[in-house]
Structure formats: C-alpha cells, structure tokens
C-alpha cells in the first residue's frame, strides 16, 4: 500500500495491487497519523462485493471492520458494519440568547452543571429512572417513537419543538419500503425475540448520554469574521459571544442491541452459505439490496435512528429546562441536528447509491437538490465537528469540492491513541490541571483519560485538511466552558 500526493496537498490516494485507489484527505502531518491497520481496512472495504467507492477522511482510525472516519459507498448492497453498533450517532447544537458574560462566573455554570445532571443522566447503562428530575413516557409513547419518529404527535407528547425538527438531517425514518407500517411490522417481531427482552428498559434511556466519547458541551460561539460565512452564521441562527449547548449521543441501548443482533444474524447467513468475508472480515458481512436480510436491516436501523433522533431532540429538551432554572427567561432555538453513523439512499455521480457513513458526516453544499424547500437550500446545511474542550470545536458548511467525497467530511478530531494507551500513558493530574488551567469545568470528579484531548488528533491539523481539499468551509468555533462527560466505556 501507498499513499500517493496529488497536485492538492491534502489529498493523496492510497494505491494498492489488490483495489482501484481511494482518495484520502489530509495534509501531510494527518497522513501520518494512519497506520497500517487503518490503511488495510479502507483497501479491504474497497474490495467488498459491491462497493464502488471508499473515501478516508482526516479522522479516520481503526474500527470495526471499516476505520471510524470513512465513507463507503455500493448502489448493490448494504454493510451493517460500517454504521457499527451505535446507529444514528449524531451531534447537535442548542442555541440560546444568553451572552457569554452570563455564565462567566463558575458558581453559575457549576448550578448549571448540577441542573442538567438531575435531568440528564450518563453511562452506558444510565436511564431516566436514575437521574431525580428524571421524565418518564409510557411505554406505548415510546414504542411508537421508534417507530414514527419525530412527528409532531410524538414531538407533542415528548415536549418537543415541532420547528426543531425542520433542523434536522433527517427527522423521521422509515422502513426498507418507505413505509412507517414496515417498521411497526418488523418491531412487533423482534419485541418477541429473546434479544429484545429488555426493550422496556432500553425506551427508558430516551433523554440521555452514553459513556465514553458521549458528551454534552456548553460552548460560546465565535462566528468567522468573513462577510460571507457571517451571512451563513445568521441563516443557521447562530449568535456571535452567546452560549450554546452541543450534544454528542446516538442511539443507546437499544441501537447497540439490534445492531449486535443484526451481525450474528448476517455472520450465520454468509456461515450457511459458505460465502466468505470480504478479506476474511466477519465484521464485514453484507447484504444484496432487496434481499430478505437487507430489508430486515435497513429496518431495524430506522428504528434505531428514529430512537437517536427523539434521544437528541428531548436532551435538547432537557437542557433547555436546565438553563431556565437558572436563567428562566432564557430561549433556545436549535442549529442543527446530524448524524455520522448511518447508511443513506442518496444521488451521487448520477446514480442512487447507499451511502454508508462510517464516522463520517454529511455535507450537502449550497444547491444541492436534497436541501430545497430547506432552512438551508441557499447555504448548505450545518456541519457540527467535536474537536476537544481545550481545542475547541466547529461549525462548517459543505462546498462544490465535497462532491469527491459523497458529499462527506470527517465527524470530529479522531483518536491517534487508543482508550487502553491512553489510561496506561496519560497523566491524570495534568490531565485535570489543564482543564483546570483553561477554566473547563466538568461533572466528573476526574477527567477520563481516555477521552483526554491528548488521545485525539490535532484538531486544527484536521480543519485544514478538510479547508485545503475544498470540502468545507469554516462558518464558527465553539469554545468550550464546561463538559458533561461519563467515564464508562463508549457505545460506539
């Protein structure tokens, strides 16, 4: 393997014998962060029955099956895989009319920090029933959530701004026949299953955060002083020097259970017919469009997804509350809401194709057919990118150039050390003393180490990879003031 410059200095194309080349995109410093591990997973995805296009972002680093940070795209087939177990992991951004001067003082944030704590748990196993000020939904309300997603009868009965979902990526999913009745089918089905046994338990984890690399950020916003990404900056409702509320968070419990369910059922398919895994990869195991399987999948994502996007929306909710009880005359508006673990039946190159989007965000620039009728037709839609609290975080905007991605970029920093490196190599003291040192405050009594900046790429580095290949566009940063973090391991 190769990874071979173009005449763009942040995009090469990695070469092997075995599979036509696969762009990548990064500068020169961001190339060497990918290992050979990660390089081999894009080059065997590639080969994949099917697959007719792999893109490797600036974030990119080993996953299961394809690396976290990439994009992979068949107009023939569909790979579980590389939407992983946490389907529909997604950012969001809450933007409130409160200056940041308002919560300058830690004693203020700290009450914050306590309110959306009471409202909001976190951990791998947390739901509402943990938390005091925790709501609790009929189980009948939430087995239709999963199944309608946010409509607005669901939204009604959830509290949530219907406006708001006119601000997400996609707000309703539905089944492989574009039909909610598919999805109520296949739900009553597998609720039978032993598998999902636990689905009550699993519906009283709407309104909370997962563990590790799950969050919930409060920012301040500073808008790019270009005349242009100022105008954009307006259409996406952001306010320059105000605070704002980003989410990190997908679809729990329950996505990880059809997810995990949804691999062995494959696995034990390809094992009957004796077909083999692309490159001896059981994480890769797929299925032909239209097939039994495929259906059974694509549906089992949407209510996944459905799940993550009432999930958001109602700890959107939630956070709000939390500021009101502080600030009661605060109001809130939402900037976006977008995913980066999903699979998509989008128009590329003049072709529908299942765009699977591994790690990896969607950026629809200003024009782009999917977006008419949309807040966004006249800008592209927001792209919400988690750097680190120290480093910051970013709001961009897809251009023309994305159109070599799929109309992608990465979803974040991604990590250059593992979890495992990390806690055996970081310092925990200076870990905290720098958080400490930037005035970040946080819930946790100590800061995870393996969600440490330190554990994760240079985030400038990756922004100006995506900036020099032409995909996108900086409109603001967020600059982090306090952190809802949980230590236990990650859902993704």
């Not at 509350?321 to 995913?339: D, T």
Request: aromatic fraction near 8%; hydrophobic fraction near 40%; charge should be neutral.
């Amino acid at each position: 393997m190769q990874l071979i410059p173009t005449e763009n200095a942040a995009i090469s194309k990695l070469v092997s014998d075995s599979c036509p080349p696969i762009p990548v995109i990064g500068t020169a410093a961001i190339r060497a962060t990918f290992d050979d591990k990660t390089l081999g997973q894009a080059v065997n995805a590639r080969c994949a029955t099917g697959v007719t296009e792999v893109i490797l972002n600036p974030d990119a680093h080993v996953g299961y099956g394809v690396p976290i940070g990439c994009v992979m795209v068949s107009p023939s087939h569909v790979f579980p895989g590389p939407v992983g177990v946490d389907i529909k992991c997604s950012m969001s951004l809450l933007q409130f009319d409160l200056p940041a001067e308002e919560i300058k003082e830690q004693k203020i944030r700290r009450h914050l920090i306590k309110a959306i704590c009471e409202r909001i748990p976190t951990g791998a196993g947390a739901g509402q029933r943990s938390v005091p000020k925790g709501k609790k939904f009929s189980e009948n309300l939430t087995r239709q959530a999963v199944i309608k997603g946010a409509s607005e009868s669901i939204c009604e009965q959830f509290g949530i701004p219907f406006e708001w979902t006119q601000r997400c990526e996609d707000s309703i999913h539905f089944g492989h026949d574009k039909s909610i009745e598919a999805l109520e089918h296949r739900l009553n089905r597998i609720v039978k299953e032993k598998y999902l046994s636990q689905f009550s338990e699993k519906m009283t984890q709407f309104g909370s955060y997962g563990g590790g690399n799950h969050f919930g950020e409060c920012e301040i916003v500073s808008v790019n002083d270009d005349k242009q990404m100022r105008k954009t900056a307006e259409i996406f409702g952001l306010k320059d020097g105000y605070v704002a509320f980003l989410s990190h968070c997908g679809s729990r419990g329950f996505g990880n259970i059809l997810a995990t369910e949804q691999f062995k059922i494959l696995q034990r398919k390809f094992k009957e017919w004796g077909i083999p895994y692309p490159g001896g990869d059981r994480e890769m195991a797929y299925a032909p469009v239209g097939s039994h399987s495929a259906n059974d999948y694509l549906d089992d994502m949407a209510l996944g997804a459905n799940f993550a996007t009432i999930n958001h929306l109602l700890i959107n909710v939630l956070v709000w509350e939390s500021f009101r009880e502080v600030f009661p005359a605060v109001k809130a508006s939402l900037v976006y809401f977008i995913s980066h673990n999903i699979v998509r039946r989008e128009n590329w190159h003049d072709q529908s194709v299942l765009v699977h989007r591994k790690g990896a965000t969607r950026a629809f620039p200003a024009g782009h057919h999917a977006l008419k009728g949309t807040p966004f037709e006249t800008t592209g839609h927001p792209i919400l990118l988690p750097g680190n609290p120290r480093g910051g975080s970013a709001v961009m905007v897809g251009l023309s150039g994305a159109e070599l991605t799929a109309y992608s970029i990465n979803h974040g920093a991604g990590r250059v050390m593992g979890r495992r490196n990390a806690i055996k190599t970081l310092d925990q003291k200076m870990v905290d003393q720098e958080m400490e040192n930037d005035n970040i405050l946080t819930n946790c009594r100590r800061y995870p180490l393996d969600e440490a900046p330190a554990a994760y790429k240079n985030f400038e580095e990756v922004l100006r990879s995506v900036k020099q290949a032409g995909l996108a566009a900086e409109v603001a940063r967020l600059r982090a003031t306090f952190v809802i973090k949980d230590g236990d391991q990650a859902d993704d």
